[in-house]
T-cell receptor, first 116, second 112 residues
Framework: EPEVTQTPSHQVTQMGQEVILRCVPI?????FYWYRQILGQKVEFLVS????????KSEIFDDQFSVERPDGSNFTLKIRSTKLEDSAMYFC??????????????FGAGSRLTVL | TQLLEQSPQFLSIQEGENLTVYCNSS?????LQWYRQEPGEGPVLLVT?????EVKKLKRLTFQFGDARKDSSLHITAAQPGDTGLYLC????????????FGTGTRLKVLA
């Protein structure tokens, strides 16, 4: 069964360092998302991406965050200067289509980011 | 801002018991999804309901979307230890975007 692959599974970094989280969405999917889940809290939307541009971003997705689809297969989330509060599980998701009832998201297993 | 509250937050029951998890909001959603999340993994989609009042069954799991599309419930019949996990509801945003807004989660533990 097709799956969304995320790397690394766990990254530990020092505050202020740049981090890049990578995702390989399902090959025929066109819509890509990043969500995050702080330990013990709910899953929060960060950003959606379609046709090589951001479709929507949340208040969390400030200037320190950026997304890119550099080569047609990878979808990356970059945090420029990490803060302690960026520690969370980051989930990538993709879908083949949008619209009510048709927007079936497939999630990756997540990348756990720990900022020290 | 659309918010989804789930109840109960935690639930520990014996194998064979029935349970219902609720997902409530004051906002209308275009659709409602239920996910199950295992520790260290991403959420896995169980079902999508689209029409107000819609009921879907997945083996021992019954999902219902409220008539007004503001709430949903998940009922599990004869729970088994394999049902243990974090159950998440997610509502489809109606503001013209296509993101899903996740609920607060219900952590279920089924004891053998």
């Amino acid at each position: 069964e097709p799956e969304v692959t995320q790397t690394p599974s766990h990254q530990v970094t020092q505050m202020g360092q740049e981090v890049i989280l990578r995702c390989v969405p399902i090959s025929n999917h066109l819509y890509f998302y990043w969500y995050r889940q702080i330990l013990g809290q709910k899953v929060e939307f960060l950003v959606s991406f379609y046709n090589n541009e951001i479709s929507e971003k949340s208040e969390i997705f400030d200037d320190q965050f950026s997304v890119e689809r550099p080569d047609g297969s990878n979808f990356t989330l970059k945090i420029r200067s990490t803060k302690l509060e960026d520690s969370a599980m980051y989930f990538c998701a993709s879908s083949a289509s949008r619209g009510s009832g048709a927007n079936v998201l497939t999630f990756g297993a997540g990348s756990r980011l720990t900022v020290l | 801002t659309q918010l989804l509250e789930q109840s109960p937050q935690f639930l520990s029951i014996q194998e064979g018991e029935n349970l219902t998890v609720y997902c409530n909001s004051s906002s209308v959603f275009s659709s409602l999804q239920w996910y199950r999340q295992e520790p260290g993994e991403g959420p896995v989609l169980l079902v999508t309901v689209v029409t107000g009042g819609e009921v879907k069954k997945l083996k021992r799991l019954t999902f219902q979307f409220g008539d007004a599309r503001k709430d949903s419930s998940l009922h599990i019949t004869a729970a088994q230890p394999g049902d243990t996990g974090l159950y998440l509801c997610a509502g489809g945003d109606t503001s013209g975007t296509y993101k899903y807004i996740f609920g607060t989660g219900t952590r279920l533990k089924v004891l053998a």
